[in-house]
């Protein structure tokens, strides 16, 4: 079992950067696909980005190519989202999610065993 918190989030003016983290329990964290979705009100959750445990390729939806970043610290069981150059349009909710999606599905939410709770990101025009 593995149990996700999300943090950072807040409110940021278009152009800024922001950290959102993922603190995570469980003793196999180090094996785990992360990733991060995001959901804007009315739509469904939106991947972002990946990180696979055994050889730390990481994965990013078009949208964010070249502006976030993600990376994970197993020592600390926490993996992070650094989000530059952030848009209106990066406004949602964030949530970190864990599992073992094949390469293929990674950016499919219902290919993740745990989800968090997720954090609030507002960019302000």
């Known amino acids: 079992q593995v149990q996700l918190l999300e943090s950072g989030g807040g409110l940021v003016q278009a152009g800024g950067s922001l950290r959102v983290s993922c603190a995570a329990s469980g003793r196999t964290f180090s094996r785990y696909v992360l990733g991060w979705f995001r959901q804007a009100p009315g739509k469904d959750h939106e991947f972002v980005a990946s990180?696979?445990?055994?050889?730390?390729?990481?994965y990013y939806a078009d949208s964010v190519k070249g502006r976030f970043a993600i990376s994970r610290d197993n020592a600390k069981n926490t993996v992070y989202l650094q989000m530059n150059s952030l848009k209106v349009e990066d406004s949602a909710i964030y949530y970190c999610?864990?599992?073992?999606?094949?390469?293929?599905?990674?950016?499919?939410?219902?290919?993740?065993?745990?989800w968090g709770q997720g954090t609030q990101v507002i960019v302000s025009s």
């Open positions: 999610a864990a599992g073992y999606p094949p390469i293929a599905t990674m950016h499919l939410w219902n290919f993740y065993d745990y």
């Open positions: 990180i696979v445990a055994s050889d730390n390729s990481k």
